[in-house]
């Protein structure tokens, strides 16, 4: 019972360190121009002033699904008959 509830823990904090990531990451795909992004983000293009617009939007819905994950994990575990 006690592990359980450590790894239920573990799982929330692991979420919302994951949807903090992920949003921060899609507001640097919103702000910074392909040619500005980190050489390890996808869509880094040298010289190229687009911005990649549906990667910041993927990145904040997958972060703000993080976030939903770890909400509902943290609920009341009562059952209903």
Known sequence: ML???RNDKLLVVAAVVLGVVLVVVGVVYFVEPAK???SFFPG???GSAHHHVKHGIA???VGLAAFAFAWFQTGPKSKTA
């Open 3 to 5: 592990r359980s509830m």
């Open 36 to 38: 500005s992004l980190p």
């Open 44 to 46: 880094h293009e040298a």
């Open 59 to 61: 990145s904040l819905l």
